[in-house]
C-alpha cells in the first residue's frame, strides 16, 4: 500500500528534504511513503488568492492515483490522536487502498477541495507553514504505522 502526500511546492529547503527522507526511508516494504510536489501557482502583487487556491487545488485533485482514499489538511478539520491516527492507518491497510493527502500552499485549501476529500484531518488548530507539514506529516505517519507494527518507537 501507498501513502502519498501530495503537496503545493517545489525547491524546499533542505531541512525539509532531510527530514521528509527520514521518516521516509523507515518504513517497510509493504508500506511506502511517496511524495508528489505541485508546482506553486505564481503569486504576483494584487493575485486573485481565490483563483491561486483554486489551480492548485484542481492539480491536487489530479496528482491523486486512481482508487486513492483522500485525506485533506486543513486546520479545521478533526484531529485524531497519534492512537487513533494508528487505528485510522490500520483500516487503511485493510482496506488496502492507498491514501493521498493533500497539503496546501502558502492559503491552504479550497472549500471545494476539503468537500471532495474523504476526510477533513487537522494535525491541530494551529495554522502551519506548509514546509513543515511534510515533515510533521511523515513523522506522525512513521509514528502510527510503528505502533500498528508494536515497534518500540512511540512511548505513551
Known amino acids: 500500500m501507498d501513502l502519498t502526500v501530495i503537496a503545493v511546492g517545489t525547491r524546499m529547503s533542505p531541512w525539509v528534504q532531510e527530514g521528509w527522507t527520514e521518516y521516509a526511508r523507515r518504513f517497510s516494504r509493504g508500506l511506502a511513503l511517496r511524495l508528489k510536489e ?11 488568492v481565490a483563483a491561486l487556491q483554486k489551480t492548485e487545488c484542481n492539480a491536487l485533485e489530479s496528482a491523486v492515483p486512481a482508487g486513492h482514499r483522500v485525506i485533506a489538511l486543513d486546520e479545521r478539520g478533526t484531529q485524531w490522536s ?26 491552504g485549501l479550497t472549500d471545494d477541495c476539503r468537500k471532495a476529500a474523504d476526510n477533513v484531518w487537522a494535525l491541530g488548530r494551529l495554522v502551519l507553514p506548509h514546509p513543515l507539514v511534510r515533515v510533521i506529516l511523515a513523522e506522525q505517519l512513521y509514528r502510527a504505522w510503528t505502533i500498528t507494527q508494536n515497534h518500540p518507537y512511540h512511548r505513551k
Open 38 to 48: 505541485i508546482p506553486m501557482a505564481r503569486r504576483a502583487r494584487n493575485a486573485d
Open 82 to 107: 497519534t492512537e487513533e491516527l494508528a487505528g485510522q492507518l490500520e483500516r487503511w491497510m485493510r482496506d488496502e487502498h492507498g491514501v493521498s493527502f493533500l497539503v496546501g500552499g502558502p492559503d
